[in-house]
């Protein structure tokens, strides 16, 4: 373990460059900050000072009222709320002390330096290298499930996605799944009847006027947000099928290959786009376990391409709900379902 001193004016000026390719957020290094300002400023800061660092206080913005799930009220935003508070992260931002960032592997800044002298010098090394020092800490961060962005978590989202979504999806697929009718020559969906058996009693509802595969579908829209079969199934078999094997899409490798990559093509002196390829490869190895990604760099080259091509935009999610999914059409961060 080593513990890296990180000027806060250098991660000040690394800010638009990390956030563009690697998806940083300050959130990331709160409780860094956050220690910094309470080392310094134990007493807290004066009443003029911490007026001109007032945020809004964002718990108060929460949608709705609890009234049940299908309750209009629930999705009434509440009037904006007024309340502010002093927010201590902006505040040492703005500072000149240091933050220390802790980092499994002692050898990691020898390593990065070695291999970019061995690519030539350049004036924006240092960028480069202290970059990729806060990536690698954030990567570990990542790892522990200490991670912290700007995405929030309730009591209930691992339960949430790991548990109710996977039966919303399966509901969702029984009520749209279609039969043929060999005499009208079309499509039917399957609405009658209805039997549900809770282990002791079993009823059989006609679904009279489809009451009840009418309710379910509104209900699946608002808490699901899948717009067809197809991308139920799709979800069903790419995130809840049982995984076997190696990973074939991790998100982390991902991003810091595509990261990496364009921040060499920005500020290094490797001309040719195998030159940085190979020196991004290098830098995943320092990071990931051997065989926990493709160091091909024919595969690589494709895999940015496609990145690239697709409009890929960094984003880290926490460990915890990076497979996972969210209905677009539920605005709260409480009620899930």
Known sequence: MRNYILPIPELKKLEPVLSEYFGYKRAMFESELLATYYKYYPKGVSKEVANKYMIEFPFMDEFGADNGAFDYHRYLPRQASTSKTFDPTSFIMDSKYDITITLSDDKLQRELEKKLQECGETDEESTIVTSLLIVAAIYEKYVRGELYTEITMSEDTLPYLEQVRPEMLKLFELLNTKRYSPSKKKELRVFNPITIDNGVK????????????????????????VNNLEEAQTELK??????????????????????????????????????????????????????????????????????????????????????????PNNQSTEHLW
């Open 202 to 225: 079993k009823i059989t509802l006609d679904n009279s006027c489809h009451w009840l595969t009418d309710l379910l579908d509104n209900y699946l829209h608002i808490y699901l947000g």
């Open 238 to 327: 790419e995130v809840y099928a049982e995984k076997k094997g190696r990973k074939a899409n991790n998100a982390a490798c991902n991003l810091i290959m595509y990261g990496t990559f364009h921040l060499l093509q920005r500020y290094s002196s490797l001309k040719t786009k195998s030159e940085q390829i190979r020196m991004t490869l290098g830098y995943m190895e320092l990071l990931f376990e051997t065989d926990s990604f493709n160091n091909d760099e024919n595969s690589t080259n494709a895999a940015i391409a496609y990145l690239v091509k697709q409009g890929y935009k960094p984003m880290w999610k926490p460990k915890q709900i990076e497979d996972y999914r969210f209905s």
